[in-house]
């Protein structure tokens, strides 16, 4: 039940706002003992992207990665790139992150996919998502939008 009233607050949100700037004050959240890290995005100017973190699980309770909402797009998918050759990401229903775990979301990996964007999305734009982590809760993330080509998060490897 919290899940649908959470969703159904958070799907009507009415205005898409993008930022720029060079405040990266907003890398980490944190819910219970758990820190989602260098939130980032490529870069767009087609109706998709893709979006990647970290998650360091430092509890000793297993999370799910459990949905994605994001008001700039229509819809939000976990998504599992494929391990043979020439395949196609396979959409995730969830995704486990074990107690004391650390894991990093990336392009070759698991990634959220953001379909039905409200607008192309350039370097140095940031916007907002809700992370639901599941026996948790919601978190907000801020995203910075990195080059369309981009592999990492520009500040990755670095402590917060």
């Known amino acids: 039940m919290f899940r649908s009233l959470f969703l159904t ?3 009507t949100v009415p205005t898409v706002v993008f930022a ?6 907003d890398h980490v959240s944190e819910i219970g003992d758990v ?8 870069a767009t100017d087609h109706d998709h992207t ?20 994001a008001p700039i797009a229509e819809h939000a998918h976990i998504m599992g790139a494929a391990v043979k050759a020439d395949g196609e990401p396979t959409e995730l229903e969830m995704f486990p ?6 894991f990093e979301l990336e392009p070759t990996g698991v990634f959220i996919e953001l379909d039905g964007l409200a607008g192309h999305l350039h370097k140095g734009d940031e ?15 801020n995203v910075e939008v990195e080059a369309e ?4 998060h520009s500040h990755a490897g670095h402590s917060h």
Do not use: C, K, Q, Y
């Open 9 to 11: 607050a958070v799907l």
């Open 20 to 25: 720029e700037g060079d405040d990266h004050s």
């Open 35 to 42: 820190r989602i890290i260098h939130a980032w995005a490529r």
């Open 50 to 69: 893709g979006v990647f973190f970290e998650i360091e699980n430092n509890g000793d309770v297993d999370i799910t990665l459990a949905s994605v909402v």
């Open 97 to 102: 992150v074990s107690a004391g775990s650390h």
């Open 127 to 141: 916007f907002e998502m809700t992370v639901v982590l599941e026996p948790l809760g919601a978190v907000e993330v």
């Open 149 to 152: 080509n981009a592999d990492t």
